[in-house]
C-alpha cells in the first residue's frame, strides 16, 4: 500500500475543514451572525477561528455560502476588506436585515446564532 505525501493529507484535511466551515455558515439564518470561533468551537477546533477565517476569505467566490454572515467575537465586521468594496459586507447584512453601525451588528447578542446551541453539539 502506497503512504500518500504529506502536502496531499494536508491539503484534503483543510479541504475538509473549509467544506465543513462553509456547510456551517450556510445554515445561519437570514437576520443573525455567528463568528468565526463559534464555527471553529462547533467543529471541534476550538483554537481555529484563524483558520475559520481563512475559509471565509476562499468563500467569498461561493454564491451559496452567506459570508457577511459571520464576524468577530464582538459582532465587529473584521472581514468586510474582502468583500471587494469598503461596505458591500455591510450592505449585504443590511439586505439580511442585520442594523450595523460604525462596522459593529447592531444588537450583536440578540442576533447572534451559536451553531453549537441551533445545530446541537
Known sequence: MKK???QTST???E????ENVWDVVR???K???TTY????KYLGSGMSARMVGWAMNAAHVLPDVPAQRVVNRIGM???KMHFGTPTRM???LQKDGVAVKEDVVVDFAQRFWDPAIELGL
Open 4 to 6: 500518500r505525501s504529506t
Open 11 to 13: 491539503s484534503k484535511k
Open 15 to 18: 479541504h475538509s475543514f473549509f
Open 27 to 29: 445554515q445561519v439564518p
Open 31 to 33: 437576520g443573525r451572525v
Open 37 to 40: 470561533g463559534a464555527i471553529a
Open 77 to 79: 465586521l473584521s472581514g
Open 90 to 92: 455591510e450592505e449585504l
